[in-house]
């Protein structure tokens, strides 16, 4: 079994059963009994053509007058990113992708992919050269202004990279200067409402606080469970609630964090196929869950203690345009980390510092 072989299956599913890349190469990889070599091979052409779908798609397109079956056309897509992308050796590229094909179409598929290799591109437009929905663009270049919207995404294009904490667990930067925006000291008693897999409530807990990390679904509360006994943070006490609706009394912590659900519109470099999976419609779905949550959650406050909100996303729907009830002021001061000033709180675009896009805000109840 090739690197190709398996990379094609993974794409097959992605493309065409709506799997999700992640997972699919969990499963696959372990059984190729592929090299290492082979293995991180794979995962550049899974993550980066799931990416770059649609700049694969208008490569392939100006050579193609009829649609391709949905099995020659993830052959296509694989063979475009190695060409155009990956920057394999065209001989490479085209000749192990050919074998991929049904034997009838590997003369077109061989045709269509040397033409792909010796004609340059001239891209319709950025939307599709960076490989993004016209309504992802259309909104980041609304949002962030033309320069830094083409900055971030171009930067999602590319493989995150790997960061491990002092403790060993692996959270991106961005994640990391969240957990440190809680101004939590020891002894102080903290509310994580949507805690799992767990990462920032362990980061809160190694202040000496203690951390009631929550979550509505018990096998997401089990991956909080297993990463508090890993790290040994006892501290952390993990509970099963809905966090518009936590069953905890009334100003009984010094500190609360709502790490919100969120379009994930930060973290697509991270998340290859969410770009073709996230629509308006869930963008505005999750900003009404979101206000729940703000209410749900900001009366478990202490007077002269903090609420902190945080999303993985770019969007002022998503964040600041978000009500907190009254008795809350908002905290002046810039947290630890490359934040830029956004409202009444901080933004991080992903081209700042190689991070993941995060925005959060944070508030003091006065009364």
């Known amino acids: 079994m090739t690197a190709r072989l398996v990379a094609f299956r993974c ?11 992640n997972l699919v190469l969990t499963a696959e990889l372990p059984r190729s009994k592929l090299s290492d070599r082979d293995r991180h091979f794979v995962t550049e052409l899974v993550y980066g053509t799931t990416r770059m779908r649609r700049a694969c798609d208008a490569l392939i397109d100006r050579f193609v007058s009829k649609a391709p079956s949905p099995e020659v056309r993830t052959v296509l897509r694989l063979g475009a990113y190695q060409l155009h992308f990956a920057q394999v050796p065209a001989h490479a590229a085209v000749g192990e992708t050919v074998e991929l094909a049904p034997k009838a179409a590997r003369g077109f598929v061989n ?10 591109m001239e891209w319709p437009d950025d939307a599709v050269r960076l490989s993004y929905p016209d309504w992802i663009f259309d909104r980041l270049v609304a949002e962030l202004g033309r320069e830094d919207a083409i900055a971030t995404m171009t930067a ?8 491990e904490r002092d403790d060993g667990y692996t959270q991106d930067i961005g994640s990391q200067w969240v957990a440190a925006a809680v101004p939590a000291d020891a002894g102080d008693f903290v509310f994580d409402a949507c805690a799992a897999p767990g990462g920032k409530a362990t980061a809160i807990a190694a202040s000496g606080a203690v951390v009631v990390a929550c979550d509505s679904r018990i096998p ?3 991956l909080i469970a297993a990463n508090v006994s890993r790290l040994a943070a006892s501290n952390v006490v993990p509970i099963v609630a809905d966090a518009t609706r936590p069953p ?8 609360v964090l709502i790490d919100a659900p969120c379009s994930g519109l930060g973290t697509l470099r991270r998340r290859a196929d969410a770009r073709w999976r996230i629509t308006p419609t869930d963008v505005a779905d999750l900003t009404v869950l979101q206000q729940r949550m703000i209410e749900g959650c900001s009366p478990l406050v202490k007077v002269g203690g903090s609420l902190t909100y945080s999303v993985c996303t770019l969007l002022a729907a998503e964040s600041t ?3 907190v009830p009254t008795g809350f002021e908002p905290i002046a001061a810039r947290p630890a980390g490359q934040w830029r000033a956004f409202g009444d709180g ?12 995060m925005i959060v805000l944070r508030y003091r109840r006065t009364r």
């Open 346 to 357: 901080w933004r991080v675009l992903p081209h700042d510092a190689g991070t993941d896009g």
């Open 248 to 255: 905890l009394r009334a100003a009984s912590f010094d500190h």
């Open 11 to 21: 794409l097959q599913r992605i493309d065409h059963q709506g799997a999700y890349a």
């Open 111 to 120: 045709a269509v992919l040397r033409r792909v290799a010796d004609v340059p």
């Open 220 to 222: 997401r509360v089990g």
């Open 321 to 323: 345009m978000h009500r």
């Open 156 to 163: 999602m294009n590319a493989a995150p990279t790997v960061t």
